[in-house]
Structures are given as C-alpha cells and as structure tokens.
C-alpha cells in the first residue's frame, strides 16, 4: 500500500485548509484510512479515521465541528477539509492505512499498517 499526502501549507487563524490522502494496492475491499498529526515535541496524535466499507468516521475532540473527513472510493483519495483553524492545529500531518479495517477507528495510531509523508499546516496567530 502507498500513501500520498499533499495540500498542507501556511494560513492564518480561522483560515481553512484541505488536505487529501491518494492511496494505491489495498488488499482487501473494507479498510481504513486515517489522519494524524504530531507538533515539536508533541506525540502523535489520531485526528480522524474513515473507514471505506461503511463511510464510518472518527474525530478527535479537539477538530469535532471544524475538520471533516471524505473517502472518494473511485480514486481511493481520501479528504481531510480543515475549517476554523487554530494555531495549535500546527503539525506534521500524516495520512495512514489499516488494511483490513479492524474496526477500532485507526486507534491506537501505532496499530496502522501503512504510512505516508507528512505534509506540514502551519497556522498563524
């Protein structure tokens, strides 16, 4: 499996951003693609999870209401649509695979199987 990950960049408080994940050579048709992000000094961290049989999704507490997860099944590219931003929404931000799903909503973020590059957001005050 390969993870791309692209759309990170620089933007001012409140701003948005989209970030998109294109993934190739799943094994199994029910998998789960997930967004983590880790800031200097700062462990990683689960932010959202798709899941590509059901659409079923998972946020973290901090980007409930302001993030929003997409899985285009055609091109297996999935979305990550940043709203509201915060400066503490800084991060290297990684999209990851679990191929299969094993249903635990991409947690903990050491059990995924497969991982991109990071793509950097950057947040302004």
């Known amino acids: 499996v390969q993870l791309q990950a692209s759309g990170g960049g620089l933007v001012q408080a409140g701003g948005s951003l989209r970030l998109s994940c294109a993934a190739s050579?799943?094994?199994?048709?029910?998998?789960?693609i997930g967004w983590f992000r880790q800031a200097p000094g700062k462990e990683r961290e689960g932010v959202s999870c798709i899941s590509s049989n059901d659409g079923s999704t998972y946020y973290a507490d901090s980007v409930k209401g302001r993030f929003t997860i997409s899985i285009n099944n055609a091109t297996n590219t999935v979305y990550l649509q940043m709203n509201s931003l915060k400066p503490e929404d800084t991060a290297v931000y990684y999209c990851?695979?679990?191929?299969?799903?094993?249903?635990?909503?991409?947690?903990?973020?050491?059990?995924?199987?497969?991982w991109g590059k990071g793509t950097l957001v950057t947040v302004s005050s």
């Open positions: 050579g799943f094994t199994f048709d029910d998998y789960a």
């Open positions: 990851a695979a679990e191929d299969p799903y094993s249903g635990s909503y991409c947690q903990p973020y050491y059990g995924m199987d497969y």
